[in-house]
């Protein structure tokens, strides 16, 4: 089916551990990101990529690495897994290369990452 | 910088009742405004987007929000609060001068409003 696809959608690891969520778009949309999202905090930017082999860092990058070697793929992996990163993580992706265009985001469902 | 905040973590209504939720937004340039709703255990989707065609905007499921320049707000209005609405809200923002690597659009996101709708 076509859309943005994360997985796992449920994830529990032990501290020091890596671990690394998927998400797969079907719309070759250029960009892509990754977010995390903590109550009180909304939405944090973690890394985007504007296209293959081009990514950047959001607001909270610390402790997590992104690759993005095919359009339709962008991997978060977080080297060494803490508590503090406990949090539901989402991938979006946007068709816009275009400064101020008016495209949205479109989500994937998440992935309850649970560190313990 | 562009920014959002939305006002009231935390809304509950009657079912039936006027919703209306809040967003005033922070821009040095003529933005792009969102409002998305998240139901539990699901990503983010888009409600409505306002794009400087028109003011009021409508969106899905009985929804309009309208931007207001002098006031910098865009809030989020149903006439009729239905059960179904529960969920969180999520304004955001979009303008010119937050550009990211490769000339993209950058949103920025409220910290959101969870609505009850109560019987």
């Known amino acids: 089916d076509a859309g943005i696809t994360q997985s796992p959608r449920y994830k529990i690891t032990e501290t020091g551990r890596q671990v690394t969520l998927m998400c797969h778009q079907t719309?070759?949309?250029?960009?892509m990101f990754w977010y995390r999202q903590d109550l009180g905090h909304g939405l944090r930017l973690i890394y985007y990529?504007?296209?293959?082999?081009?990514?950047d860092k959001g607001e909270v990058p610390d402790g997590y690495v992104v690759s993005r070697s095919k359009t339709e793929n962008f991997p978060l992996t977080l080297e060494s897994a803490t508590r503090s990163q406990t949090s539901v993580y989402f991938c979006?992706?946007?068709?816009?290369?275009?400064?101020?265009?008016?495209?949205?985001?479109?989500f994937g469902s998440g992935t309850r990452l649970t560190v313990v | 910088a562009q920014s959002v905040t939305q006002l009231g973590s935390h809304v509950s209504v009657s079912e039936g009742a006027l919703v209306l939720l809040r967003c005033n937004y922070s821009?040095?340039?003529?933005?792009?405004l969102f409002w998305y709703v998240q139901y539990p255990n699901q990503g983010l989707q888009l409600l409505l987007k306002?794009?400087?065609?028109?003011?009021l905007v409508k969106g899905i499921n009985g929804f309009e929000a309208e931007f207001k320049k002098s006031e910098t707000s865009f809030h989020l209005t149903k006439p009729s609060a239905h059960m179904s609405d529960a969920a969180e809200y999520f304004c955001?923002?979009?303008?010119?001068?937050?550009?990211?690597?490769?000339?993209?659009?950058?949103?920025?996101f409220g910290t959101g409003t969870q609505l009850k709708v109560e019987l």
């Open positions: 955001a923002v979009s303008a010119s001068t937050t550009i990211l690597t490769g000339g993209g659009n950058k949103l920025t």
């Open positions: 979006a992706s946007s068709e816009s290369a275009r400064t101020g265009d008016s495209y949205g985001y479109t």
């Open positions: 990529s504007a296209a293959a082999d081009i990514t």
């Open positions: 306002y794009t400087s065609a028109a003011t």
């Open positions: 821009s040095s340039v003529p933005p792009y």
């Open positions: 719309w070759s949309h250029s960009y």
